[in-house]
């Protein structure tokens, strides 16, 4: 457990003075070591790292893609990523004797969906000039706390199990406590934003109730299906880089789904007003 707090508080520290100069190529060079972490970890799970070639275009596509998406086009994005899928599929004819279509598959989705996913970190930075770094700071928030709510809540009240042969310590419980416990935490985060740090601005506290609800669903989805991917592995953790916690993709599993889900909607509706 005492490694376990470590680790989050030495995290936690990186992860706020990445936000304090998220308006600097800090906060881009970050998301693309992380994705490029993600991307490896889940391609030594599935044994797709032995294409070299692949892993190569992989690594490279994942780490460039965040400075992409603030400093380029949407041509060059474009460009990009078909350039980059079209090399995944060529790699495959150095490997077709040892790699079957079902890893191919995989192998080309993985890096896409996470460099679109991490970077959605960046475009909330940026989605508002005033805003950015509190979106940016509610958004892993949003992920993080309730996965600890509904550990506590299950871990007291948990009786019923939730996906007993993917996640044997889930309940039914925690995840209510989770869901419930994330929308009044984005309440209480924005009534302090808006009283101390922007009381020009207002706040729909409703939506923001149903935001950190939807988004501590969303967190336990990508958590069920990081943990899946991991049983059908035959792996317990994706690395050791976080002790106590495992690889990267055992910590920000639950953000994989949030940070997208939280950029989508924001670009739609507003929040503060």
């Known amino acids: ?19 304090v100069f998220a308006d600097t190529p800090a906060l881009p060079a970050a998301v ?21 070639f692949m892993t190569a275009i992989a690594l490279a596509f994942s780490g460039v893609y965040p400075f992409l998406v603030l400093y380029g086009s949407e041509r060059i994005i474009l460009l990009v990523t078909t350039a980059v899928i079209m090399a995944l599929f060529a790699s ?25 996913s991490m970077a959605s970190l960046c475009k909330l930075n940026v989605l508002t000039e005033k805003h950015g770094k509190v979106l940016l700071l509610l958004t892993l928030c949003g992920a993080w706390i309730a996965d600890s709510a509904a550990y506590f809540t299950g871990t007291f009240l948990g009786k019923h199990k939730l996906c007993p042969e993917i996640s ?19 309440v209480v985060f924005n009534l302090v934003y808006v009283s101390f740090f922007a009381k020009d601005c207002g706040v729909n506290y409703l939506i923001s109730f149903f935001l950190g609800m ?14 899946l991917i991991k049983r059908q592995c035959g792996i317990k953790d994706y690395g050791k880089i976080m002790p106590g916690h495992g690889g ?3 910590r920000f599993d639950s953000v ?5 889900f939280m950029y989508a909607y924001l670009s739609v509706m507003e929040m503060y007003f």
């Open 92 to 116: 495959y004819m150095l490997y077709y004797k040892k790699m079957s279509f079902e890893k191919l598959s995989f192998a080309v989705l993985v890096p896409v969906l996470m460099s679109l």
């Open 248 to 250: 990267f993709m055992d």
């Open 214 to 227: 939807i988004c501590a669903a969303l967190g336990t989805l990508g958590d069920l299906t990081a943990s």
């Open 1 to 19: 457990m005492l490694t376990r707090i470590i680790s989050a508080v030495v995290a936690a520290a990186i992860g706020i003075t990445i936000i």
């Open 256 to 260: 994989l789904f949030v940070a997208p």
């Open 32 to 52: 693309a070591l992380l994705s490029m972490l993600g991307v490896f970890e889940l391609y030594r799970a599935d044994s797709c790292h032995e294409n070299r």
């Open 168 to 186: 044997p310590k889930k309940t039914v419980e925690g995840f209510i406590g989770g869901v419930v416990f994330d929308g009044l935490f984005f």
